[in-house]
């Protein structure tokens, strides 16, 4: 017990230290990733000198993590703002996933000399997106409805795929004639057991009455947690119906939703920050120098032929104009789920696992660095870039649930249209109200002979009922002005 005191303090700094690290990330425009896991490398063999080796434990620590972020992942989306994206998500996340793991892999075979299996093994583990990494690069750059859904989408929903690719990869079975059905199988399963436990829980929870307002976050996590352990006892995709769990029940109207939403949010940090640090942990990074020359074959493989390919082949359908196309290759950032997946063959004993493991922990940080400092650059080039909006941050509060009403926090950017706009022009739908303007460093109520100004922040409160009637308005305001109804702007498009 004398050493408990001394983990407790180190696990309590590292906490707050990867908290302060997020106003470091969002100010360079880059992953809060890199930065965990240089906590993790500094309190590793080359820094503190804390030796960890346990592959299995780093294994099963990593997907416990990955299925808290996954819940938290689908208790924050908004189905309104991923339903136009639904196809073209649908898509990266499946199609675009055997397009990259077949080209990525018959690549490497030739360009690394690795055995066929091997090298798909390789190309699965690559081809996993990473949520976190992509929006917080993306957070404030304001790219349209469309785009950040299908990200969001493919980030939240290939996970599940690209495991059960790793996992038939990497086990000593030779692979049959009904592999892709049995994938199929586990797909369909895990997403139906997460629907049926996501509707149930959100039919449990309303009825209730729970003596604290803190056990209904409680309880919508564990209905998640709860529905991996199910579907994967079906020996379907648990992964999957943690994501599909979350996405109902975030979608439901649940009692203390925004108290769900907050610990949620703060559960998918803790989970971030405690595996980008335990990944830098067990990196090492004397083998990380001799891994270099194949980590810059393979990232190069899957920057520039693997994923503009696999949006390509994915996007067709859907008439994706060439500028989005163009975005979206660029945005398949890396994160922590390639390095927990290169685990899995270390575990099974598959030849030379180890490289694998730190191929991918460079190409993560090489590729968060290029592609994570330029995608905001990019965005802008291609003209991608929305001008204000309405901006959803920790939407309501418990006494707002109760009210039955919503609070959007609106910032007026430069160059919108909104500026200028007398409050009673903006004409906001009967049930939705401006009830606080902050000004530079003064907060006042409004009038209607309020003058909107760039730099402004609104709270606006609405009702359930016509909260999204209030975004649209104010979106089609911000970019066609205060006669946005006479040339036709609606606010729902991109």
Known sequence: MTGLPAVLGIGAAVVLLAVLAVRVSVRLGLPSLLLYLGIGLLLGEAGLGIRFEDAPLTQSLGIAALVLILAEGGLSTRWRNVRPALGIGLALSTVAVVVSVGVTGAALRFLLDLDWRIALLWGAVLSSTDAAAVFSVL???????????????????????????????????????????????????????????????????????????????????????????????????????????????????????????????????????????????????????????????????????????????????????????????????????????????????????????????????????????????????????????????????????????????????????????YLSELRLPVGATVSLVVRGDAAFTPEPATRLAEGDQLLVVATEAVRDAAEQRVRAVDRAGRYARWRGESGEGD
């Open 139 to 421: 957070r404030g750059v304001g790219v349209g409805r469309r785009l950040a859904g299908a990200l969001e989408l493919e980030s939240g929903l290939n996970d599940a795929p690209v495991f059960l690719a790793v996992i038939l990869l990497a086990s000593a079975d030779p692979l049959r004639w009904w592999t892709p059905l049995q994938v199929l199988y586990e797909l369909a399963v895990g997403a139906v057991v997460g629907f049926a436990l996501g509707c149930l829980g959100a039919s449990a929870l309303r009825r209730s009455a729970l003596p604290a307002t803190g056990l209904y976050p409680l309880a919508t996590v564990s209905v998640c947690v709860l529905s991996y352990g199910a579907a994967q006892g079906l020996h379907s995709s648990g992964l999957l119906a943690t994501y599909v769990a979350g996405l109902v029940l975030g979608n439901a109207r649940l009692p203390h939703r925004g108290d769900t939403l907050s610990f949620a949010e703060g559960l998918g940090w803790l989970a971030q920050i405690g595996l980008f640090v335990l990944l830098g942990l067990y990196a090492s990074p004397e083998r990380l120098p001799g891994v270099l020359v194949p980590a810059l074959v393979a990232g190069g493989v899957l920057l520039l032929v693997a994923r503009p390919l696999s949006v390509l082949l994915a996007a067709l359908p859907f008439r994706v104009p060439w500028r989005e196309q163009v975005f979206l290759s660029w945005s398949g950032l890396r994160g922590a789920v390639p390095i927990v997946l290169a685990l899995v063959p270390l575990t099974e004993g598959v030849p030379d696992a180890q490289r694998l493991v730190d191929v991918v922990f460079v190409i993560v940080v090489l590729l968060t660095l290029f592609q994570g400092g330029t995608l905001p650059v990019l965005a802008r080039a291609l003209g991608l870039v929305r001008r204000g909006g309405a901006r959803e941050i920790e939407v309501d509060a418990a006494p707002l649930d109760e009210l039955g009403a919503v609070l959007l926090q609106v910032r007026v950017p430069p160059g919108s249209r909104l500026h200028g706009v």
